[in-house]
């Protein structure tokens, strides 16, 4: 991401630039830009995995699922496995679960459904409607479907969603 930023800063620096002088500017300005990514990556100032963990950490409590997080983390450019790493620590911290013992398969489902609750709770679903269902199937699978897709856009698994939206307001 630091990259990007600073590529983009050289594009817009160049942009007025003639293009001989334009392209004499990038080739002076590149590896600059490379050798001071590399010695922030060395100095451990940039580390992809430590800002994987405290995004993953802060979606988790703000109500984001698994898929979510990590599409957003692969979009500021954190490697699949670096991220998919970070989510399992940031989900042993959310739910508090031991580093031993317990499978991290298990500790990602339970920071999923607890996100998922925060989740349902701000957008008041499932069991924290404030209007009870309609009577009538049809409006009442309209309303769940509504809600079942802002669950999944929000980067929740099927199971997970219907875990949340099925259960009643005594439930939750």
């Known amino acids: 991401m630091l990259r990007e ?17 334009a392209k004499e500017e990038q080739a002076v300005l590149r590896p600059l830009i490379e050798a001071e990514v ?9 580390q992809d ?3 994987a963990e405290m995004k993953a950490r802060a979606a988790f409590a703000s109500g984001r ?23 399992v620590e940031a989900a042993r911290e959310f739910v508090q679960a031991p580093d ?5 398969g298990d500790v990602l489902r339970a920071a999923e459904v607890e996100a998922a609750e925060t989740f349902a ?27 079942a897709g802002a669950m999944a ?8 969603i219907r875990r949340v939206l099925d259960q009643e307001p005594d439930d939750g």
Not at 5 to 21: I, K, S
Not at 38 to 46: H, N
Not at 100 to 104: A, C, L, Q
């Open 5 to 21: 930023v600073l590529e983009r800063r050289l594009r817009r620096h160049v942009r007025g630039l003639d293009p001989d002088a």
């Open 100 to 104: 031993e013992g317990v499978e991290s």
């Open 121 to 147: 709770r701000k957008k008041r679903f499932g069991p924290y409607r404030v209007q009870p269902l309609p009577e009538d199937s049809s409006s009442r699978a309209k309303v769940w479907r509504r809600e």
């Open 65 to 87: 699922g698994m898929r979510r997080i990590l599409r957003d983390l692969g979009r500021k450019g954190v490697e699949d496995d670096t991220a998919r790493g970070a989510i």
């Open 49 to 51: 995995a430590r800002y």
């Open 38 to 46: 590399a010695r922030l990556e060395e100095t451990g100032l940039v």
């Open 153 to 160: 856009r929000a980067g929740f698994g099927v199971d997970t």
